[in-house]
């Protein structure tokens, strides 16, 4: 959604706008669908780190000219930090 839907041209206004909007979606997220996850979703680090990954799939995104590479990127840091960081809420 944030690359595809609010990223119309490869140009940084519009980067900077979609990945602004990645991070405030997740505490978002947090308080209306995964109240276990609110203290994660709105620490200030979870949420660097959150905006570090936004502009990866950004970049992705704007070399591969196709929305699966950051889909595909952002799975593979999800899967991995829920197979390592011993997260006990569900998604």
Not at 22 to 47: C, G, I, K, Q, R
Not at 67 to 79: E, F, G, M, Q, R
Request: aromatic letters at 20%; one cysteine or more; charged letters at 10%.
């Amino acid at each position: 959604m944030f690359r595809g839907l609010l990223t119309p041209a490869f140009e940084l206004r519009w980067a900077c706008l979609s990945t602004l909007a990645y991070v405030v979606w997740h505490p978002l997220e947090a308080y209306v669908f995964l109240p276990a996850a609110l203290s994660l979703f709105t620490d200030a680090t979870f949420l660097l780190l959150v905006a570090l990954l936004g502009v990866l799939c950004w970049i992705a995104y704007y070399r591969t000219r196709s929305l699966w590479a950051s889909i595909i990127l952002h799975w593979l840091v999800v899967v991995t930090w829920k197979a390592f960081s011993g997260t006990s809420f569900t998604f």
